[in-house]
């Protein structure tokens, strides 16, 4: 059978645009705590859930928790560059800053790294879901507003999707709470679940 060269361009850029949209999507996982199972039975955190969901809802795409316990922007800026080399991740959520807030960090210093993640996600082809935090206002109103405001801040100036506060429908809630009254309990994950799913569900149907 014979085909024109026409033809043949057009069967190749067909094959190419759909291995392209059917290819497996990566979603790096970049955050602290409160995304690393902290205090929960293993697969019970936002994470592990958010994988099942991937799954029930037929969405072609593969997890990586690089979320450690306690972990600051500065230590995610500085393991950043080596997981987007290695992973290539489609998607990046980074949900950090609630540790710096926690030491009473700079607020400068927070911005300007979330900004240099966010920078370097984008420059590796990635879209970025930021995942916002907000701390109690015993931290002092200013500060604690201060902070909360660094998000959406970010990321309106950044283009990226944002997630205003990763614990809507957890934090005024005390019986969600671990003992240690910062890290939610199991029946808090799905609540966290769905606020970061519509947001990300979006960036994987581009």
């Given at each position: 059978?014979?085909?024109?060269?026409?033809?043949?361009?057009?069967?190749?850029?067909?094959?190419?645009?759909?291995c392209?949209?059917?290819?497996?999507?990566?979603?790096?996982?970049?955050?602290?705590?409160?995304?690393a199972?902290?205090?929960?039975?293993?697969?019970?955190?936002?994470?592990?859930?958010?994988?099942?969901?991937?799954?029930?809802?037929?969405?072609?795409?593969?997890?990586?928790?690089?979320?450690?316990?306690?972990?600051?922007?500065?230590?995610?800026?500085?393991?950043?560059?080596?997981?987007?080399?290695?992973?290539?991740?489609?998607?990046?959520?980074?949900?950090?800053?609630?540790?710096?807030?926690?030491?009473?960090?700079?607020?400068?210093?927070?911005?300007?790294?979330?900004?240099?993640?966010v920078?370097?996600?984008?420059?590796?082809?990635?879209k970025?879901?930021?995942?916002?935090?907000?701390?109690?206002?015993?931290?002092?109103?200013?500060?604690?507003?201060?902070?909360?405001?660094?998000?959406?801040?970010?990321?309106?100036?950044?283009?990226?999707?944002?997630?205003?506060?990763?614990?809507?429908?957890?934090?005024?809630?005390?019986?969600?709470?671990?003992?240690?009254?910062?890290?939610?309990?199991?029946?808090?994950?799905?609540?966290?679940?769905?606020?970061?799913?519509?947001?990300?569900?979006?960036?994987?149907?581009?």
């Amino acid at each position: 059978m014979n085909f024109g060269l026409k033809t043949l361009m057009t069967l190749a850029f067909f094959l190419i645009t759909t291995c392209a949209y059917s290819a497996s999507k990566t979603v790096l996982v970049l955050g602290d705590s409160l995304s690393a199972e902290y205090g929960l039975a293993r697969g019970a955190g936002w994470v592990s859930l958010l994988e099942k969901r991937l799954h029930a809802e037929k969405i072609d795409a593969s997890l990586v928790n690089a979320s450690i316990s306690g972990e600051t922007t500065s230590g995610g800026k500085t393991r950043l560059q080596a997981l987007l080399d290695q992973h290539r991740p489609a998607v990046v959520i980074i949900e950090l800053g609630g540790n710096d807030a926690l030491r009473g960090l700079s607020l400068t210093a927070t911005e300007t790294n979330l900004r240099a993640m966010v920078t370097a996600s984008q420059m590796a082809k990635a879209k970025v879901l930021l995942v916002g935090m907000q701390i109690p206002p015993n931290y002092g109103r200013d500060y604690a507003d201060k902070f909360a405001a660094i998000y959406a801040k970010v990321a309106q100036d950044n283009k990226t999707a944002l997630v205003p506060f990763l614990l809507d429908g957890v934090a005024d809630q005390e019986r969600l709470f671990q003992a240690d009254r910062i890290h939610p309990t199991s029946a808090a994950q799905p609540i966290m679940l769905d606020n970061v799913w519509p947001r990300l569900k979006a960036l994987l149907a581009k």
